[in-house]
Every structure is written in structure tokens, then in C-alpha cells.
């Protein structure tokens, strides 16, 4: 079984809908969570960073960390078709020199039209 | 503009060929990765640099080399020992290991 684990989708969504896309791990030791934004043929890019459980937001991002349920979710509002990516969530136990991010296969969103 | 340099942004390998690809960065980051990504398998750790003139193996690293001789540099090797190369390899930098990485735009390579 895979530390983190992650639908592939892809998941099709209309212009304007809001997108759940969510992570879940095995490891209790994941402090740090990051999402991160790929294109097509491109380097993945930082979307949100989080610690520990909560919720941060912005602009029409929102990331959501459920600990107790080893369970992250990064929801987009108002989606657009420059959405369409494979978002990738990534976890670290801890920054500095002892740790290192395991990430999840990702899901390839597509906004329609 | 701060960033991170991959190159070249394709690359053909011949059967029993090393190739090197090259990774800069000037963000005046401390630790660097190179990870592989392959279709449903996510990113994959190859190797990692704390500082210069260190680093250590990750995950997959067979088949691999890399050298850490500037701050700013971190070139990965692809041997020939590495019998499977085709894949997109992705650089990184953080200002220290397990920090928040930030992404080159990659290499694709393929073998002929």
C-alpha cells in the first residue's frame, strides 16, 4: 500500500463548478502538506502549504487538513479552463534536514466549457 | 528572474549511452533533488544534495549519478546501467532538505 494515495481521475468538471480534490495517507508522522499544480509537459508548481490540521484559503483556493482522519483536500471555486492540470498533493513529516516530501500520483482535471 | 534551469528540454539517449542532464538554479537554495515521473507513478526520488559536495541516494537511484561540485548546480547522470530511462526528470530546490520545493520545467528523455 502507497504512503499517500491519490485518484488519478481525470475528473471533468463545467466551467464554474467547484473541484474537491483530495489525498489520503497512512504515515501519522505528516505535518507539512503541500499541493501542487502541473501542466502538461511542464515542472508541477506550489499551489498551497499547510501545517498541520486546518484550513488555509487563496484567493479561489481552499486547503483542508483532517489529521485525525489522515485526509487532505484542496477545493477550487469558480473553476476555469486554465485549471485544467494534474494537481499533486505532496506531505513531509517535518522541514529541516531530517525528512523528505512524499507525494501522491495526482489527478488530471479538466474544466470544460 | 529566480528560477530553476533544466536542460535540454528533450533528449535521445542511444542504447549503451550516458547522458547528462544539467540543473541550475539561482534562488540560493541549499539542498537540490532530481526526481523521475512516470505515467501513474507520481514523482519518484532519485537523488538529493543538502550542500555542496554532498548528497545521497533516494529511492531509484541505480542507474544514476550525480555531482555536486557548485551551489548553483546539480547535474544527474542517466548511465548506461539504467535500462529503463525513458521518463520526464524533474529538478528542485529548497532552501533546506524537506522545506518547500520548487520545480524546474523538466527534461523528457527518450531512448532511440
Known amino acids: 500500500q502507497k504512503e499517500v494515495e491519490q485518484d488519478p481521475g481525470p475528473l471533468s468538471v463545467p466551467e464554474g463548478a467547484i473541484v474537491s480534490l483530495n489525498c489520503t495517507y497512512s504515515n501519522s508522522a505528516f505535518q507539512y502538506f503541500m499541493w501542487y499544480r502541473q501542466y502538461s509537459r511542464k515542472g508541477p508548481e506550489l499551489l498551497m502549504y499547510t501545517y498541520s490540521s486546518g484550513n488555509k484559503e487563496d484567493g479561489r483556493f481552499t486547503a483542508q487538513v483532517d489529521k485525525s482522519s489522515k485526509y487532505i483536500s484542496l477545493f477550487i471555486r469558480d473553476s476555469q479552463p486554465s485549471d485544467s492540470a494534474t494537481y499533486l498533493c505532496?506531505?513531509?513529516?517535518?522541514?529541516?534536514?531530517?525528512?523528505?516530501?512524499?507525494f501522491g500520483t495526482g489527478t488530471r482535471l479538466q474544466v470544460t466549457l | 528572474d529566480g528560477g530553476i534551469t533544466q536542460s535540454p528540454k528533450y533528449l535521445f539517449r542511444k542504447e549503451g549511452q550516458n547522458v547528462t542532464l544539467s540543473c541550475e538554479q539561482n534562488?540560493?537554495?541549499?539542498?537540490m533533488y532530481w526526481y523521475r515521473q512516470d505515467p501513474g507513478q507520481g514523482l519518484r526520488l532519485i537523488y538529493y544534495?543538502?550542500?555542496?559536495?554532498?548528497?545521497q541516494k533516494g529511492d531509484i537511484a541505480e542507474g544514476y549519478s550525480v555531482s555536486r561540485e557548485k551551489k548553483e548546480s546539480f547535474p544527474l547522470t542517466v548511465t548506461s546501467a539504467q535500462k529503463n530511462p525513458t521518463a520526464f526528470y524533474l529538478c528542485?530546490?529548497?532552501?533546506?532538505?524537506?522545506?518547500?520545493?520548487?520545480f524546474g520545467a523538466g527534461t523528457r528523455l527518450s531512448v532511440l
Open positions: 528542485a530546490s529548497s532552501r533546506e532538505r524537506g522545506n518547500i520545493q520548487y
Open positions: 534562488l540560493n537554495h541549499d539542498a
Open positions: 544534495s543538502q550542500i555542496v559536495n554532498d548528497f
Open positions: 505532496a506531505m513531509t513529516p517535518n522541514t529541516g534536514t531530517a525528512s523528505k516530501l512524499t
